[in-house]
């Protein structure tokens, strides 16, 4: 299994390319050698029909075939069993399986059995074709790890050299092996090893020597005379109170307090917090104490505890290393190593995790099992183990107390709450990061937007996400994009991220103009019009200043909805040239999904189209279109997701067509399981039948077109799909069953926080449970954030807790009806931030629910009908709920206004409003769609309990954003007053806007 960073994709023009990377470290100095002495200890030649037991494989398959052995399949890693000296030589000869798609020869040394693949040394054959000789030669290969230098010979000729400032050893990094992401042959192979070991090759302890201190099973035995604190800090180990014990063994700073503070620290009962310096601070404490009285200890200790330094909930190649080796050096006089041990299963665990590997799991969980028989109440052990370790007793829902139904939906909104307040509590770094890499930082997003932005609430996980964000834009994105790589990858860190902003702080300027900025990259970099006359993605590669237009590197696929979604949400609010660009690429799509070129079904999505000719089959003549190895990033749903939100934003009917074609093929009966021939009809309507089910957790797209058309034919088919709660209380408004469905998820929410938050080793498999079904009933929506996803929500909140519940059980654009609850002993005023209805004067109802004649009905106390006038989407009136009763509100549409579209939306942001000695430095932006009128910007200092006039200035009308670039006006002034100030664009209102909440800020010095 690789635990490191994936192989870079390699160069697309189809020359030799010769590398090696080096993926996990260590930290001493290195000088070049001089002549050495090889000697051959290990040879194979293959000549047998299996791997035998000298071979582990890691990943398969991999096997032998005509006296050679053979690997295939994406990342296939296959090592020996047996270890090796730090410094080795590999020869053998290797050739590219001439069935499978040209890729990298690889080998590896330096490699573990638990993590696989090390240093890996590659010989580059990407996208050579099949009939270039290269393709079908045999090379003959060399590797030496000699030192601290590894050098590379292809067929005698040196290709490669590298010093890297750490390099791989050490008891468990000591294996060899072969690598694969498609197919390899290799013979004759000789491992030759120095006879001498070379002069600057590190060492690594590979035992502990006898020590004044051992452990006795979870206690602490005297070997020698010790000091009364020490003494003192081993009765308190021995008691379990390692805080005391710690104390004890800091008074002193000799060698054995500090091999008391190692046995504390290494302990499995002692917690750690995840930003932790006791293990470093303890590495820097043997350092100097070996430095002042050297000769008194052995310096293994030093080591192994610079080692110990390296252990932490991160996905870091020296933690992975570390464990290895602290593991590899045995029990014996080892305060770090079942430390160690639960480290090394915890990184196994999260790979399993990653790769949705279940042996690995379970390879894990034997691990802690073993630690668990030592350490029974460790509460994080028990968790990895299986068993149910409870928290937040007083989240429960009390339905004694509360109707079941709000006392389900609050706990589980509460209990997400409080995992993503402790991510950023316990996790978060300055500059925004969760140390589950950027990459995967941002997928989180998918699921905690819709929780976050469910109420004003949780400033905390609103700010929290606001940082990560501005994390994302300041570290990883250039001109709003990021780096180049295949379009799921590359595309991730901005879509995932800035569009969640134009949320989340709906109306802020900074985030619409960032993310209008990420439009103009994508569309003057990436895309670009195709023959057809429609706008096409390049290719499925591209990135920073990079598009690869190869035949390998792939047409416009499905997941290029994910950079789309910059379009998608930039139209949503309001920029209409997004708009338009997003309906024409997805018109380009629906042109080709109804088309039936080269055999394809009407309604069946293709798997690409490509640039330039807008054709579905490869430009190659050679391939057809359904050829899996040249659509490499297809995603088929993914496309319906986005011709169902053209619909959305268009209005127009065709639209539609697509997933009623598509339908007709996914209902047609009886099911076809045998799929035939790939291509063939069978085979399209195969893959055709599963549209309905896929992934409804996330989106059901039966019920986006639903919720689209009005359409109910394909309800059944929206029940079946499971997933989920709301969208069958959507359709059959049956509130028992969907009480069921909030008691399992708040039920599943109740034990293993940890396993949940700080124990995340992969953040990207840190998605919130039911988010699409606790954000639906609070909000209406019917569809997620994720890539396409069409925005559905009707409602949501500002109050000033999260103690309520609120369901809505109806909403159009002209109606909305929902039923609130708060668990307060006081009346809280709840906002309603309203979404989808259209302007006009509305009849607005609320009172207390009523029992009705029968369980499922329901009568209400009705209140005096009031009046409210609906101007701008995310206003709504204020309502005040009484605690312990469910609050039923309706608005109805009585009067329509006419939509005036364009108009201006003079904005402030604190992003770009800076308060410096003695002056701020002011923005006014516009992110209309039209020029706003001259306007005045008042600047006031608070005096008490009054606001007072400092300044105010006329500033000029300002266009309206054109070719996605910002339009701003910035001016400098004087202030003298220790604050705080209140900034404001057009306080009177002379103007009307598209958002009025962003133009007045409050700035503090």
Request: glycine share 8%; net charge negative; proline share 7%.
């Amino acid at each position: 299994m690789n635990v490191f960073p994936s192989l870079p994709t390699l160069q697309s023009n189809g020359r030799l390319s010769c590398r090696i990377m080096s993926l996990a470290l260590m930290f001493m100095c290195f000088s070049v050698s001089g002549q050495s002495e090889w000697k051959l200890v290990w040879s194979d030649d293959f000549d047998r029909d299996q791997t035998g037991p000298e071979w582990l494989v890691m990943t398969g398959p991999a096997g032998i075939r005509d006296g050679q052995l053979h690997l295939r399949g994406h990342g296939v890693t296959i090592l020996t069993r047996r270890s090796f000296a730090h410094d080795i030589r590999l020869e053998y000869q290797a050739r590219q399986d001439p069935e499978a798609a040209p890729v990298d020869l690889s080998s590896t040394t330096g490699a573990s059995p638990v993590f696989g693949w090390g240093h890996l040394h590659s010989h580059g054959l990407n996208n050579v074709p099949a009939d270039d000789p290269r393709f079908q030669a045999t090379w003959d290969m060399r590797v030496e790890k000699e030192g601290r230098r590894i050098r590379f010979w292809v067929n005698d000729e040196l290709v490669h050299q590298e010093e890297p400032d750490e390099i791989l050893g050490g008891p468990g990094m000591d294996r060899i092996g072969f690598v694969t992401w498609g197919g390899m042959l290799v013979d004759n192979l000789k491992v030759y090893e120095r006879v001498t070991p070379h002069p600057d090759s590190p060492v690594f302890p590979r035992h502990l020597p006898d020590a004044p201190l051992a452990r006795d099973g979870r206690h602490l035995t005297i070997r020698a005379d010790v000091s009364p604190d020490v003494r003192e800090g081993i009765g308190h180990f021995n008691r379990g109170d390692h805080a005391a014990a710690l104390e004890a063994f800091r008074r002193e700073s000799d060698f054995t307090s500090l091999l008391g503070q190692a046995y504390v620290l290494g302990d499995p009962l002692y917690q750690e917090p995840f930003h932790h310096p006791e293990f470093r601070d303890l590495a820097d404490a043997f350092e100097e104490c070996f430095r002042q009285s050297p000769g008194t200890f052995p310096q293994a200790w030093v080591m192994a505890a610079r080692e110990f330094a390296e252990l932490k909930m991160r996905r870091t190649r020296p933690g992975r290393t570390a464990v290895i080796r602290l593991t590899g050096i045995g029990g014996k006089n080892n305060p770090f190593y079942h430390k160690a041990r639960m480290y090394l299963a915890r990184y196994h665990y999260w790979n399993g995790m990653e790769g949705g590997r279940g042996a690995m799991i379970q390879t894990a969980r034997s691990w802690m099992e073993d630690l668990r028989r030592t350490w029974p109440d460790q509460p994080v052990i028990r968790q990895y183990c299986g068993e149910e370790v409870p928290w937040g007793e007083h989240l429960k829902a009390d339905t004694s107390k509360h109707p079941a139904w709000a006392a389900f939906l609050r706990e589980a909104y509460a209990r997400n709450i409080f995992i993503m307040e402790r991510f950023f509590r316990e996790r978060q770094t300055p500059d925004g990061q969760l140390h589950g890499g950027w990459g995967d930082d941002v997928e989180l997003l998918r699921t905690w937007v819709q929780i976050a932005g469910i109420s004003t609430a949780p400033t905390t996980v609103r700010h929290g996400i606001g940082r990560l964000c501005q994390g994302v834009w300041d570290h990883v994105l250039v001109d709003g994009y990021g780096g180049f790589s295949d379009v799921e990858h590359s595309s991730e860190d901005s879509a995932d991220s800035v569009p969640s902003m134009l949320f989340l702080q709906y109306g802020d300027p900074l985030w619409v103009e960032r993310n209008l900025q990420s439009c103009r990259r994508i569309r003057t970099r990436y895309m670009d019009m195709d023959e057809k006359g429609y706008p096409r993605f390049r290719s499925s590669y591209f990135g920073g200043d990079r598009v690869d237009t190869g035949l390998h590197d792939g047409p416009d696929v499905g997941y290029c909805a994910r950079p789309m979604k910059h379009f998608l949400w930039a139209a949503w609010q309001g920029h209409e040239p997004s708009r338009d660009w997003f309906v024409q690429w997805a018109d380009g799509w629906r042109a080709a999904t109804m088309n039936t070129e080269a055999g394809k079904l009407p309604g069946v999505a293709p798997l690409g189209i490509w640039y330039p000719g807008g054709t579905i089959s490869p430009p190659s003549g050679q391939h057809s279109w359904h050829d899996d190895q040249l659509h490499r990033w297809q995603h088929v749903p993914m496309m319906h997701d986005a011709i169902l939100a053209a619909y959305r934003l268009s209005g127009e009917r065709k639209f539609l067509e697509p997933w009623r074609k598509a339908m007709e093929w996914a209902t047609r009966g009886p099911l076809i399981r045998d799929e035939g021939q790939r291509g063939s009809e069978e085979w399209q309507i195969a893959m055709t039948s599963h549209l309905p089910s896929h992934n409804p957790a996330e989106q059901n797209r039966a019920f986006l077109y639903r919720w689209l058309s009005d359409d109910p034919v394909y309800d059944e088919y929206i029940l079946r799909a499971g997933g989920g709660f709301i969208f069958p209380y959507r359709l059959n408004g049956n509130l028992d069953a969907l009480t069921s469905g909030l008691e399992k998820a708040a039920t599943r929410l109740r034990s293993n926080l940890e396993l949940q938050t700080t124990e995340v080793l992969s953040t990207d498999r840190a998605a919130l449970h039911h988010a699409i079904d606790i954000f639906g009933a609070y909000t209406g929506a019917v569809t997620g954030f994720r890539d396409a996803a069409t925005p559905t929500f009707a409602v949501t909140y500002d109050t000033p807790s999260t103690g309520f519940a609120a369901l809505v059980v109806a909403a159009s654009s002209e109606r909305i009806r929902l039923w609130l609850y708060q668990f307060g002993n006081e009346p809280m005023p709840v906002g309603l931030r309203l979404w989808q209805l259209q302007q006009g004067r509305y009849s607005l109802l609320q009172g207390p629910q009523l029992d009705g004649e029968r369980p499922s009905q329901h009568r209400y106390g009705w209140g005096q009908p009031e009046t409210y006038l609906h101007e701008r989407r995310a206003e709504g009136p204020t309502v005040i709920v009484p605690p312990g009763r469910v609050w039923v509100v309706d608005l109805r549409l009585l009067e329509a206004r006419d939509i005036e579209e364009d108009l201006a939306d003079l904005a402030l942001s604190h992003g770009t409003t800076l308060l410096l000695e003695d002056y701020l430095h002011v923005t006014v932006h516009n992110i209309g769609r039209t020029a706003s009128a001259a306007a005045s910007l008042s600047v006031e200092t608070r005096k008490g309990d009054m606001w007072k006039p400092l300044h105010v200035q006329e500033i000029p009308s300002i266009m309206a954003p054109a070719d996605w670039k910002p339009e701003r006006f910035s001016i400098r002034i004087p202030v003298s007053d220790p604050g705080p100030f209140r900034v404001s664009v057009d306080s009177q209102n002379h103007q009307q806007e598209m958002v009025e909440t962003n133009n007045s800020l409050l700035i503090h010095r």
